[in-house]
């Protein structure tokens, strides 16, 4: 089975903090993918990158960068956190080629 | 761009009820359809999928069938009990460079 890890489940940081968090699949995908989950808007992609040190824009990458130097790695960085990235960030990979995502359990950021 | 477009919930149902969630989407050519399911806490899960029109995809009890006439690909379920109790995301895939397009999910509670 694909095994996609997120590095906390839970996390709360303070306003203008640098956030990391970090995603590794197990399965040499080579796509992956960062989303927010926010009540009544689904996912909204962040990132995604196709292979180690690609990266592409989302439809809402403001307020966010990501960094992929292994290929099982994907990190998402919020250069400084504010309120309004309160939210659930959900983490994905999928083999190239394939629209197929498998999901790590997401990390509840609060920003106070 | 493409789109997909989920019946809003909460969606609240007696055990062994009847259940339809209705999704339609927009887009061009041919794309993959899947829909995927999150339960409390989790991350999302593939719950199906089909890529060509007239496709059924299946599992676990729930269907839905690729209606390239109508645009939709609606999730039914003859007999829901407590544990179906979760999140349902409707989403399209094969014009969008490897993304996938998610509705904005339906909240299903199913009461004993």
């Known amino acids: 089975d694909v095994k996609v890890t997120q590095s906390s489940r839970y996390l709360v940081k303070r306003t203008g903090e640098k956030v990391f968090l970090e995603c590794v699949q197990d399965m040499d995908h080579e796509n992956m993918f960062w989303y927010r989950q926010d009540p009544g808007l689904g996912l909204r992609l962040i990132y995604f990158?196709?292979?180690?040190?690609?990266?592409e824009k989302g439809d809402i990458p403001e307020g966010y960068s990501v960094s992929r130097e292994k290929k099982e790695r994907f990190s998402l960085i919020l250069e400084s956190a504010s309120t309004n990235q309160t939210s659930m960030y959900l983490c994905?990979?999928?083999?190239?080629?394939?629209?197929?995502?498998?999901f790590g359990p997401g990390t509840r950021l609060t920003v106070t | 761009g493409d789109s997909v477009t989920q019946m809003e919930g909460p969606v609240t149902l007696s055990e062994e009820a009847f259940l339809t969630i209705n999704c339609t989407y927009t887009a061009t050519g041919y794309p993959s359809l899947f829909w995927y399911v999150q339960y409390p806490g989790e991350g999302l899960q593939l719950l199906l999928k089909a890529t060509k029109a007239d496709d059924k995809g299946s599992n676990k009890g729930f269907e839905a069938t690729y209606r390239k006439e109508t645009t939709s690909f609606h999730l039914e379920k003859g007999s829901v009990q407590v544990s179906d109790s979760a999140v349902y995301f409707c989403?399209?895939?094969?014009?969008?460079?490897?993304?996938?397009?998610f509705g904005q999910g339906t909240e299903l509670s199913v009461k004993p």
């Open positions: 989403a399209t895939g094969g014009n969008q460079g490897g993304k996938l397009i």
């Open positions: 994905a990979s999928t083999i190239g080629g394939s629209y197929e995502q498998y």
């Open positions: 990158s196709y292979d180690v040190k690609m990266k």
